[in-house]
């Protein structure tokens, strides 16, 4: 879905964006490696969207933060009561939650063609706000950043809970639609998508955010 008014409210309210990306790593869209894949045919389209727009907007000039989930250990994971009720349960998509993302397993690394030249990578996110536990607040106060373009896995969790924790601490929230997507299916994807339009911030089509982007970067090439 593409919010009403999407175009406008980045127009207007963008001043100064960030571009975040949410754990867009091999943990998540190698099929290979990954504990708690995408389908494989979903996460490969994703990364084939996402590192085009994320060139394009890294040549406008916005900053780009990569946030990773990894955890030092597997205590650190089962801490939290839903996922420790979650493990091993054959039933559930999240089973293997135990063995997402430890420390020194490729499932950390950020899948191929997302990182470029300058970005910033946060590989303490431990919960599916990208707020806790990081610096993510630091380096947008410290840059000036007063908006966000969110991409990333998955749009019902730490998508959908990073467009909420934005939006209380007063950030423009904008979820580029062709950037996000979830292991759990479109039902749940769309959803989160209505409940971050309905609420925290609007989901914006790329070709908007990169317009958007193109002309800022022509206002401070000016100024």
């Known amino acids: 879905m593409i919010s009403p008014h999407a175009a406008e409210a980045l127009v207007t309210l963008a001043r100064r964006p960030a571009v975040v990306t949410i754990d867009l790593h091999r943990g ?5 490696v990954a504990t708690l894949p995408l389908p494989p045919r979903a996460a490969a389209d ?24 990894a955890y030092r250990d597997v205590d ?12 091993g349960r054959a039933d559930s998509a999240r089973r293997a939650i135990a063995e997402h993302n430890l420390e020194g397993l490729p499932g950390i ?17 431990k919960r599916y706000d990208c707020f806790v536990g990081t610096d993510l607040e630091f380096i947008l106060r410290t840059t ?24 209380v601490r007063d950030f423009a929230v904008f979820v580029v639609a062709d ?4 292991m759990l299916g479109p039902e749940l994807h769309e959803a989160a998508e209505v409940l971050i339009d309905a609420s925290f911030g609007w989901v914006v089509s790329a070709e908007d955010a990169l317009r958007t982007a193109t002309g800022l970067g022509r206002a401070t090439a000016a100024s």
């Open 109 to 125: 690394d950020l899948m191929p063609g997302i990182e470029g030249p300058g970005d910033r990578i946060i590989r303490t996110k």
């Open 28 to 32: 998540h869209l190698d099929p290979v």
């Open 144 to 167: 000036g950043c007063d908006s966000l373009l969110l991409m990333g896995v998955n749009t019902n969790s730490c998508v959908l809970a990073t467009a909420i924790a934005a939006s």
């Open 76 to 87: 650190e994971i089962v801490s939290n009561p839903y996922w420790r009720f979650q493990t």
């Open 179 to 182: 950037g996000v997507d979830s």
């Open 46 to 69: 994703l990364v084939f969207r996402v590192v085009p727009i994320l060139d394009r907007l890294r040549a406008c000039g916005l900053p780009v933060i990569h946030v990773v989930t």
